[in-house]
Structures are given as structure tokens and as C-alpha cells.
């Protein structure tokens, strides 16, 4: 083992681990591809006669020499008519095995892409219900090597390995009864030397299947370190990490190439050494099928008993080369299909994923008034209710306020290590609350109990004196508008990334919502103005340019509540009032939930609370805590850093 590689991972010393595939994994695969039955029939069909009439045509061997070359020989004048129809039936059969051959590989390409979309439907679909944690655990490369390297192995695997191998399957088959038909002795020769060809190749394949197995998993880590370090790479080059990044890299990509090489040193052995057994075999047979026919041995086949002809030693070497030929693919396409199946448990593990619980009823409503009473409405009202049903078929409407208490909440990200100890804080309906303290001291964390990307480990959280856990996830994020000091801009326009917010809003909605956000003036100066295109994160615009759009896309979403997180903290403090006003416009009339850093933000709130070591130590107002002088008065006068 290389050097490195051995430092790197010291359990790959010596044999590599031997790890057998679930046999689940293929019967699940087999769940995808039985969707396909009446296209699947249909490949089976023309493998079964691209097969035969391999087989068939090596048995006319016989016939063509023993009942017409052979009289042939002996004809002053020879007829050639007989001789011509029996070369033109077998151009028809070697025609028909090869449109068979044409069709099912065809076909088998159509059904393999079906099953990939399939497939990549139910991982992308998936992948949206599942919880945040899995994401906070998992590298995004890591996660895109499964919609491409292992989806890949596993579409070569379904167009080509599982037709060769069943095609194989039924040649070797069909062969060994051609054998039979032809000569025992001769046949039990080959069955003894495919025993000891099998043993061995079966050892080399083992070794080859393993390192397979190893070398995705290695591939995934790969990728999902070259992704982590493009995101990066700003930070690597400020602090002059090149070469340490590149040894890293080196390391694993070490690692990757050892498994790969040995994975396919082994595999690229299998090919020739079935070829030079088939020679070995060829050679066996002449000279076995030449001594029983001249010293004139009895020759018992499944037609009895007769002489051994040249016609039948002729076909019998021709019926060898059909039997070694497809062993020999059977286990070339075995790596490919151990690798594939890798990769088809990788994918499989990401299906099996826990989605996120969501056991809540209560959901969001438009309402209206009607005579005193909220009326639920499909149109849009820009009033809502909280619609909860009942047991005995009635249902209450609770108008949303926007009213959020935390009771007595305690959370970990870790069930061994609280974040949140004891939290009780309270949000009145249009009030702006903001949230202070030093990094790690559990702000974020919060907000994301709030909008329940975590759930809380004890205590209870209520909305408008709903407990959150009975309102839907879905219905709860849509009451919640989150501004984020890291903005998020998708490929498309600049109008389409403010309509994210809502996807029906028009034109109209999108441009009043840029308004009020202070966006409009400066997206009136890009080229195409709302309908520039942006690419890579909107990286050609600033960092407040970028906080704009995304006000403005929370904006047009037109939510009760709002999260700002950090959203200004990234921006120089001239651009950070132009984004402050939109925020202000935005805020009015709202319940606010604002975390920042900077306090020239936080001191407009009503009520600012300082969080250290996962509680609340101090609540008020920005003048009520400077006359406590307690830790907001060490924040704001500087005798205490806020980091």
C-alpha cells in the first residue's frame, strides 16, 4: 500500500475489508426496473434468440460439413445449389441474431434512463422532506455523488452489464445442451476445465468486487472535499492554505487512486485470462476430439451413440469458443454490477433516511369576515387564521397575530449537550424583539425552534397560543418571513428570485415589493433591470445588493413574522441604512425577531434580550438595560466584547 494511503486510513493495511451487498438492495433495484415488464419480455425474447442462434449456427457447422463439403469432395462434378441455400439460411440466422442483439441492447438503454429519472425523482423528492440535521452531517459533494457517480454506475449497470450477463447466462445454457447433443466426452472435458477456470477467476473477482465497494465510497469523500474547498476558496487563498489544502487532497485522492488501481488491476486480469483458458480449451478439445476419432471410439451424445466426424469436432470448437466467450464477460460484468450495487446501497441508505416528522393538524387559512365570524376563503385576503379541527367534526378559526411564547424550552443539538437551558421569552403581536449575546450563545438557535428545524427537547413553544408542534411545518413557515446574512440567489431573473417568495405573485407584487424593500432604484440601473439575468449567487452584484433582493423576496411573501438573522452584519454601514430602511418598511405592523451583532440595529427594538450560555439574562428595553448597567451596558460601552 502506498505510503500515505496508509496514513491516512490504517484499517486498509493488509486484506482489504470484505463487504457482501444486501441482497435487498437488488431486489429493490429489481422493484424499479418491473416497471418495464411488457419492455423487459421483450429484451429477454431477443436475448433467448440472439443466444440460439449463436448456438444454432454453430451446429450447422456440422451439417454444412459432414452432409455437404464433405460429399462435395467426392462429386466429379459437384452441385453447389444444395451447398448455396445452406449458406443463405445461415446468413439468415446470423441476421436475425444480430437485429435480436441490436434491439435488446436498444432497449435495455431506454429502460436503464427511465429508471435513472426514476430513481433521481425519488432522491431529489426525498431529499426535500428530510430535516436539516441530515444536511449539518452530510458535505454537499457528498450528497451530489449520488445523483452522479453512483446513479452513473448504476445506469452502465442496467444498459449494459444485466443484459451481457443474462445473454451469457443463456448462451452458456444453450450451449452446454448443444454439447450434449453432440458429445458426452467432449462435454464432460469442458465442464472440468470451466470447474478450475471458475475457481480461479471467482478468487480474482472477489478481491476486484471489494476495492469497487471502497473505491465510491472513496470517490464520495472526494467530491465532497473538491466541493467544501471551491466554497472555500477564498478563505483558503486569505489565509495562504494552497499547500495544505493540496496535500489533504492528495491524501484522499490517494487513497481513491489505491482503490481504484487495485479494483481494477484485478479486474482488467479477468478478460485475458479467460481468453488464453479458452485457447487452452480449444487446444484441449482438438486434441482430445482428434485422438477418440481416429482410433474410431465410440461417441455417446443425447442422439445416441455413433463415430466422432470432423463435422462434430468442428462444431464442438466452434460451441467452446460460444461457451468460453461469455464466462468470460459473466465475470468482466461482475465488477461492474458489484460496483453499481455500491452504489444503488448508497443511493437506497439515502431513500431510507428519516424525513422530517411532522404530526402537526393545524394548518393556515385565508379568511374574511362575515357577519362577526372569520370565514375561510380560497381567495387571497391578506388575512389569515389558524384553521384547527376537531374530533367531534368542528372546527375553531384563530386569527393570526403573530404572538409567540417560548415556555420553560430546553434544546441540544446534542441530547448529551443543552444549547438552551430554561428559555422563557414572550413576542406580542407587531412587537420587535431582538436578540443579543456573543457567538454560541444560542440566538440562531431559537429562531430555528421557531421555525422548527429542530425540534425542542423539553418545554413548550406557542403561536398565538397554538403549540407549534399541532401546526403543520409547511403552514408554520409560510406565517415566518427569514432574512439571513448569507442571501441565497437562484439562477434565473432578478424578478423571478423576488417572486421565490411567492411563486403567484405578479409582476406588480414583485416590483412593490422591491419598493418597499429600497431594492427598486438600484435593479432600474442593471442592464435588463427586473429582467437581468443572475448566475453564480449573484455574485456580479454587492453583498447589499444581494440583502435588497432577499427583503424584497420576504417582502412579497408578506409574512406576520419575521426573522432577521445577521442580515446586516456583512455590509459596510452606508449601505447598511439604505438596507435598514427597507427592513423598517418591511418590519411595520409585524412581530420582529432581530439577532445582530451590531447594537446601532438592535436599539429601536422594544424589547432587547441578552442570551449567555443558552439563557436569558436580561430583558428590556435599550434604555431600560443601560441604566441596569448590567451586561447590554459592558456590550454597548465596550467593557465587554460582543463577538
Request: one cysteine or more.
Amino acid at each position: 500500500m502506498p505510503p500515505r494511503a496508509r496514513h491516512y486510513r490504517s484499517p486498509m493495511q493488509g486484506k482489504p475489508e470484505l463487504r457482501k451487498i444486501n441482497p435487498a438492495t437488488l431486489k429493490r433495484l429489481f422493484t424499479y426496473l418491473f416497471a418495464y415488464k411488457k419492455k423487459l419480455i421483450l429484451v429477454v425474447t431477443s436475448i433467448i434468440v440472439s443466444s440460439l442462434t449463436l448456438v444454432i449456427s454453430a451446429l450447422f457447422l456440422q451439417v454444412l460439413i459432414d452432409d455437404y463439403i464433405a460429399p462435395l469432395l467426392l462429386q466429379a462434378e459437384p452441385d453447389f445449389s444444395g451447398l448455396l441455400r445452406v449458406i443463405l439460411l445461415m446468413g439468415g440466422i446470423y441476421a436475425t441474431g444480430t437485429l435480436a442483439t441490436l434491439f435488446y441492447n436498444w432497449t435495455m438503454v431506454d429502460i436503464a434512463q427511465g429508471v435513472l429519472k426514476k430513481i433521481r425523482d425519488d432522491m431529489f423528492s426525498h431529499m426535500q422532506s428530510l430535516p436539516i440535521r441530515f444536511f449539518d452531517r452530510h458535505s454537499h459533494g457528498d450528497v451530489m455523488s449520488y445523483y452522479t457517480n453512483d446513479a452513473d454506475t448504476l445506469r452502465q449497470m442496467i444498459a449494459m452489464s444485466l443484459p451481457h450477463i443474462v445473454s451469457a447466462l443463456v448462451t452458456i445454457s444453450a450451449v452446454i445442451l448443444s454439447m450434449l447433443y453432440l458429445s458426452f466426452w467432449l462435454t464432460l472435458l469442458v465442464l472440468i476445465f470451466a470447474f478450475f477456470a471458475l475457481r480461479v477467476v471467482t478468487h480474482i473477482a472477489g478481491k476486484s468486487g471489494s476495492y469497487f465497494i471502497k473505491q465510491q465510497q472513496s470517490l464520495g469523500e472526494v467530491n465532497g472535499y473538491i466541493e467544501e474547498m471551491i466554497s472555500g476558496l477564498k478563505v483558503v487563498k486569505v489565509f495562504n492554505r494552497e499547500e495544505a489544502v493540496r496535500e489533504e487532497f492528495d491524501q484522499k485522492n490517494e487513497l481513491l487512486g489505491y482503490h481504484a488501481a487495485e479494483a481494477h488491476k484485478y479486474a482488467n486480469i479477468l478478460m485475458p485470462l479467460m481468453h488464453n483458458f479458452g485457447y487452452v480449451l480449444y487446444v484441449l478439445i482438438a486434441i482430445l476430439g482428434g485422438v477418440l476419432a481416429i482410433s474410431g471410439a465410440v461417441n455417446l451424445s443425447l442422439m445416441g451413440s455413433g463415430l466422432l466426424t470432423l463435422g462434430i469436432i468442428a462444431s464442438f470448437l466452434q460451441l467452446s469458443r460460444s461457451f468460453i466467450n461469455p464466462l468470460a464477460h459473466v465475470t468482466q460484468q461482475l465488477n461492474s454490477i458489484v460496483m453499481a450495487l455500491a452504489g444503488a446501497e448508497r443511493i437506497f441508505q439515502l431513500l431510507d433516511e428519516e424525513s422530517e416528522a411532522d404530526s402537526g393538524y393545524v394548518s393556515l387559512v385565508n379568511v374574511k369576515q362575515e357577519n362577526g365570524a372569520l370565514v375561510e376563503t380560497e381567495e387571497r385576503t391578506e388575512r389569515w387564521a389558524w384553521k384547527d379541527p376537531h374530533h367531534d367534526g368542528s372546527v375553531t378559526y384563530t386569527e393570526l397575530q403573530g404572538e409567540v411564547r417560548f415556555h420553560d424550552v430546553d434544546f441540544g443539538y446534542n441530547p448529551d449537550e443543552l444549547v438552551l437551558r430554561n428559555v422563557t421569552l414572550y413576542a406580542e403581536p407587531g412587537q420587535k424583539l431582538a436578540l443579543v449575546g456573543t457567538t454560541g450563545a444560542g440566538k440562531t438557535t431559537i429562531t430555528n425552534l421557531l421555525s422548527r428545524f429542530y425540534d425542542i427537547a423539553d418545554g413548550k413553544i406557542r403561536y398565538d397560543g397554538i403549540n407549534i408542534n399541532k401546526i403543520r411545518k409547511s403552514d408554520l413557515r409560510r406565517s415566518l418571513g427569514m432574512i439571513l446574512q448569507d442571501v441565497h440567489l437562484f439562477s434565473g431573473t432578478v424578478i423571478d428570485n423576488i417572486r421565490y417568495g411567492r411563486l403567484d405573485a405578479t409582476d406588480e407584487e414583485c416590483i412593490n415589493a422591491a419598493r418597499l424593500a429600497n431594492a427598486d432604484s438600484f435593479i432600474r440601473m442593471l442592464p435588463q433591470g427586473y429582467q437581468t439575468e443572475l448566475s453564480g449567487d449573484g455574485n456580479s452584484l454587492s453583498q447589499g445588493q444581494r440583502q435588497l433582493i432577499s427583503i424584497a423576496r420576504a417582502a412579497v411573501a408578506d409574512p406576520p413574522v419575521m426573522i432577521l438573522d445577521e442580515a446586516t452584519s456583512s455590509i459596510d454601514t452606508r449601505t447598511e441604512l439604505i438596507v435598514q430602511q427597507g427592513m423598517d418598511s418591511l418590519m411595520h405592523g409585524r412581530t420582529v425577531f432581530v439577532i445582530a451583532h451590531r447594537l446601532s440595529t438592535v436599539q429601536n427594538s422594544d424589547v432587547i434580550m441578552v442570551i449567555e450560555d443558552g439563557r436569558i439574562i436580561e430583558r428590556g428595553s435599550h434604555e431600560q438595560l443601560l441604566e441596569e448597567e448590567g451586561r447590554y451596558y459592558q456590550f454597548y460601552t465596550g467593557a465587554f466584547e460582543l463577538s
